[in-house]
């Protein structure tokens, strides 16, 4: 009875790794046509790591950034609706048409963005690229979220203290912003250098050619300003705290003259490159907070 009993179990072991070995050459195989490829995807994420809901993240992200204290050019939090059950979030910087169909082809549950859709100025009609776009989100099933001015002012998952990070700029205290805030930041380097000297780092650490408007490109940086984006009106707040160099993403042409004729060092070091880490921030604490998949996908764009 006792050998029955072993062989048993052992036959079990066998067929369970049998069966183990066939779903993993299907997965690998990928999702096929078939009724089977709905179950196999389900199977997928199950070995992948846990579900979380929808509704529990974003609750969780208007808690962490308070998004709702934030006067913004658009709406924050759940932009549009999509499953209940997330799985896997893909990140970008923005909600572009490659971006979506990149997601979706990594089977993503909720796209996280830091530039959304339904800003103040768009067009109050759905048609050409906002249609497919968001005829490609509604297909999927997909929800798309996105946090604008609270993922820049976040005190640790923001733009502009992920941009510390990146460029090992010790932060002293916060910038006031045009936009109403204090969304911008300012320290100093942890090693003075060269206004030429930082644009090498930049463009070396943001992997992006930066514009430098420096009256003497030999000026020694000390103190800093910097704020993401298309902030360069901040420039006056800058001045006002006397920093050596201010830094944002987009240049201005009136900000050329401002700086020639003050002597603060002005980089546009790219609206796009000093917005990559914020949303990679968000995206990874969520994946950690929630025992989600996370993956951040770099669309390029120069400006
Ligand atoms: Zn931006």
New binding site residues.
């Given amino acids: 009875m006792g050998v029955v009993i072993v062989q048993a179990i052992a036959c079990c072991r066998i067929f369970s790794k049998l069966f183990r070995v066939m779903i993993r050459d299907n997965l690998n195989q990928g999702a096929v046509d078939c009724p089977d490829s709905v179950s196999l995807r389900m199977l997928r994420r199950m070995q992948e790591g846990s579900m979380a809901n929808r509704d529990a993240i974003v609750s969780y992200c208007e808690d962490l950034l308070l998004s709702s204290h934030y006067q913004d050019y658009c709406p924050n939090g759940l932009q549009i609706e999509g499953k209940s059950n997330i799985t896997r979030i893909v990140s970008g910087?923005?909600a572009c048409q490659a971006l979506l169909d990149a997601a979706i082809k990594q089977h993503a549950d909720m796209i996280l963005v830091?530039?959304g859709y339904f800003w103040k100025n768009d067009s109050r009609v759905i048609t050409g690229y906002a249609k497919k776009r968001i005829q490609t989100i509604l297909q999927h099933d997909v929800n798309l979220l996105a946090y604008?001015l609270p993922l820049?002012g976040h005190a640790i998952l923001g733009?502009n203290a992920q941009l510390a990070n990146v460029m090992q700029w010790a932060i002293e205290g916060s910038m006031h912003s045009t936009c109403g805030r204090d969304l911008g930041l300012f320290g100093h380097l942890q090693q003075p250098c060269s206004a030429l000297d930082l644009q090498s780092k930049l463009n070396k650490n943001l992997a992006h050619d930066p514009l430098m408007i420096a009256k003497n490109p030999n000026t020694q940086i000390k103190r800093i300003a910097w704020c993401?984006?298309?902030a360069g009106d901040d420039i006056h707040h800058a001045l006002a705290l006397g920093v050596d160099a201010f830094v944002t993403?987009e240049p201005a042409e009136r900000l050329y003259h401002i700086a020639q004729e003050t002597g603060i060092v002005f980089y546009a070091a790219g609206?796009?490159a000093?917005?990559r880490y914020g949303v990679q921030a968000l995206g990874h604490h969520l994946s950690e907070h929630f025992g989600i998949q996370h993956t951040f996908i770099d669309i390029p764009c120069p400006i």
């Fill in positions: 910087v923005s830091h530039h604008h820049d733009n993401s984006g298309a993403g609206h796009h000093t917005e």
